[in-house]
């Protein structure tokens, strides 16, 4: 199964809509995917990050925030894997213009909903396999 056309769905995308899904489902969706959402979230507020990647990102956080998409999040396990593909594959595109201090705020922003070791799994952040060496 490829990425879905998750840009169709840039004009879902607000900034309240997103805080409120992030903290809705951060313990189901896990530290990985909320650090995912949480580091493109601040990556908006850059101005080293180009028009284009802006949108991008906007694209991908309002597939996330919608209630509709190729898997609905309603279902069980698999409902939060199509998001988590599409904020891999653009924080992949946009992983140059993410910031030491982006990385560190989007951190610190963990420790309100997950434990350390929780914490730990958003280290692996492009790995599928949490046994695999980082990236």
Avoid: C
């Avoid at 169709?8 to 409120?20: A, N």
């Avoid at 489902?25 to 909320?34: L, N, S």
């Avoid at 990385?103 to 790995?127: G, P, Q, V």
């Amino acid at each position: 199964m490829g990425l879905p056309d998750f840009m169709k769905y840039k004009d879902k995308f607000t900034p309240k809509g997103f805080v409120e899904k992030i903290q809705r489902i951060a313990k189901r969706a896990g530290a990985k995917m909320v650090y995912g959402a949480l580091l493109l979230f601040y990556t908006l507020d850059s101005d080293k990050v180009s028009v284009k990647d802006k949108a991008i990102i906007i694209g991908a956080l309002g597939y996330l925030i919608s209630p509709v998409d190729v898997i609905p999040d309603a279902i069980p396990l698999a409902g939060l894997s199509d998001d988590l593909a599409v904020l891999i594959y653009v924080i992949h595109k946009v992983w140059n213009e993410v910031s030491e201090e982006v990385k560190e705020k989007a951190k610190a922003k963990l420790t309100k909903w997950f434990d350390e070791d929780e914490i730990k799994e958003a280290d692996n952040l492009f790995l599928e396999d949490p046994n695999q060496d980082p990236v």
